[in-house]
């Protein structure tokens, strides 16, 4: 790229980034409301007896899934696929793995979900594919071939790079992302996660002239794989598709730290896809919503990645992993809001009007809302009534609505003891549908499974917790049911904290839209609390939703004063 181009993107992303451009959410109306349920279809619903979750088995299940009160699916990858990394090692772009169905069974798929009134959204691993992807074995041919540019092939470690791993916060590359080759091509390729996922070539930030493999963004190869990318978009959402959650999207770009680079590649291909389809949306596995925002995309997860995290909110001490300190969300009452409350506000206020903040109830690659010991009922509606009453777009994991197990000691499955998450299984087990073989996941032998079923004889399951009116399950539709109907509790509402950061039990929280006003009061822990907070000037509180309730709210002149039971959520709607 010519020095006067860069400087012009340079000058464009940081004035984007800063919130001098974008003024506003320029998403499709649509998601404004919407409330995603993300599907791992390995463990939704097998209908053939394999023992493997499958597309018709989604179809079967379309009628619960819209009565949670959720309203677009996102599926993990499904596309054909070696599964080494759970489907994120895509084989054929264009096509669903069989062991999900068929490309007709997809487009069968999104006219079921569409009857309902309800989005379906894939996943785009737009970053690397498999080693056995097609234009992988030939690009390892040598570099006259079609697919040659498409990956990145070094013909040696540079000095500079040996001895240091990959900066998992800024995504600057390592000795660790450089993986031996027998290609005859070149002694080295660049990967992304597992050695068996190569790189897409989106060109180096700054590339270095000694090193020959560092190719300029708007090199021939690089410019050639985003139109790929955005021919897979094409192919998608002309099936019907309404929108994409792009995988490890910040990191496209290679030695990119201040991540302008892939914000540019980011701002072409997303002003592309607004343009070709106004109604679709943009989802980033980022964790940077400024950055991310200014990229194009409408919402981005706030969660275990990077500096932008909710780790020590959620995070419950469980199996050695996912436990950086105590959590907030755990009994005991000794985590802290503050880490969190500066990370999230400074993002909030950056994308306030640009894009949403996701903050999910877990995913593939994390823990569950019930991990740990974070696994009686009230815990998990005090957990789920701060997901589903902040701005932004909620998540809910498949199973956590009904408050599923996060599986302890399972083995490593498809590649799912990660790289830094070593348990990624025991967020993927077999959804718990009823008390018939398997859970009524599927018909198939225990040993064929795609993991086991939680072996618990009170395992939680949709069929109890249907007909339960204290459930998780039912909690977690009378608050979509209150956020549907509330312009304060929506993803545009406003958001804040009214009780005092540093005196994190119970946390108060307000949301605002014009005369519309809720105010949340959550306690995760096992002592009762009490606060007092300076006065909403409230005429009326009436207590719409919650948990556990032995709280109250008291509105005074000057304070308002709080109480909350052991481990309680309260909702009041104040007028
Ligand atoms: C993302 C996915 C994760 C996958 C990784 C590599 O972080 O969520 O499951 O292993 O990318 O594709």
């Known amino acids: 790229m010519k020095k006067h181009s860069i400087a012009i993107f340079t000058a464009l992303a940081v004035a984007a980034i800063s919130g001098q451009a974008q003024a506003k959410n320029d998403a499709p109306e649509w998601v404004s409301k919407a409330v995603f349920y993300q599907i791992y279809p390995s463990s939704f619903k097998d209908s053939n007896g394999d023992g493997v979750g499958d597309i018709q088995g989604v179809i079967d299940k379309l009628d619960y899934i819209k009565s949670i009160g959720v309203n677009t699916l996102w599926f993990n990858p499904m596309f054909s696929s070696e599964f080494k990394d759970g489907g994120y090692d895509i084989t054929d772009f264009y096509s669903i793995d069989k062991r999900f169905g068929t490309n007709a069974d997809f487009k069968r798929l999104v006219e079921e979900a569409h009857k309902r009134g309800l989005r379906v959204c894939l996943d785009l ?21 079609r697919y040659s540019d498409y990956y990145i092939w070094p013909d040696r470690i540079p000095d500079d790079v040996k001895g240091k791993e990959k900066d998992q916060i800024s995504g600057v590359i390592g000795e660790d992302s450089f993986v031996k080759t027998d290609s005859g091509r070149s002694p080295f390729y660049i990967k992304n996660y597992y050695d068996s996922q190569p790189a897409l070539n989106y060109g180096y930030a700054n590339p270095n002239p000694q090193h020959a493999w560092e190719q300029p963004i708007d090199a021939p190869g690089p410019m050639a794989v985003r139109r790929e990318i955005e021919n897979i978009i094409a192919f998608w959402m002309d099936k019907g598709a309404d929108g994409f959650r792009v995988d490890m999207a910040s990191s496209v770009v290679k030695n990119d730290p201040g991540k302008l680079a892939s914000i540019k590649v980011w701002q072409d291909i997303s002003s592309w896809y607004k343009a070709k389809y106004p109604e679709g949306v943009l989802i980033s596995e980022w964790s940077n919503p400024k950055e991310s925002s200014a990229a194009g995309f409408n919402i981005d997860f706030m969660m275990h990645t990077g500096k932008y995290n909710f780790s020590s909110l959620f995070f419950n001490k469980v199996g050695g992993e996912f436990e950086p300190q105590v959590s907030y969300f755990a009994k005991q009452g000794k985590g802290q809001i503050k880490e969190w409350y500066d990370l999230y506000t400074e993002q909030y206020n950056a994308t306030k009007g640009k894009s949403y903040i996701s903050l999910p109830t877990g995913n593939h690659d994390i823990q569950r809302l019930n991990a740990g010991d974070r696994n009686t009922l009230d815990q998990l509606k005090v957990t789920m009534t701060f997901f589903l009453t902040m701005p932004g777009t909620p998540f809910i994991y498949y199973g956590d609505e009904i408050g599923m197990k996060f599986q302890t000691g399972l083995w490593n499955k498809e590649g799912s003891q990660g790289r830094a998450t070593k348990n990624r299984a025991g967020s993927r087990t077999p959804m718990q549908w009823d008390d018939s073989k398997n859970a009524g996941f599927s018909t198939a032998d225990y040993w064929n499974l795609y993991l086991p079923v939680d072996k618990d004889a009170n395992r939680p399951t949709v069929a109890k917790e249907d ?82 309730i032995q709280g109250s709210y008291k509105p005074g002149d000057q304070s308002d004063a709080i109480h909350a039971g052991a481990i309680s959520a309260q909702v009041y709607k104040l007028d």
């Open 125 to 145: 691993v737009a970053g690397h594919t498999s080693d056995q992807n097609a234009w992988f074995l030939e690009s390892k041919k040598g570099p006259d071939q």
């Open 467 to 548: 007909k339960d009116p204290a459930s998780l399950l039912n909690y977690t539709r009378q608050l979509l049911t209150l956020r549907k109907d509330s312009p304060a509790l929506s993803a545009d509402g406003d958001w804040k904290l009214v009780s005092d950061v540093n005196q994190p039990y119970p946390m108060v929280y307000l949301r605002s839209s014009g005369d519309d006003r809720y105010l949340v009061v959550l306690n995760p822990s096992e002592q009762p609390r009490d606060v007092s907070v300076a006065a909403l000037k409230v005429k009326t509180a009436k207590l719409v939703a919650g948990d556990n």
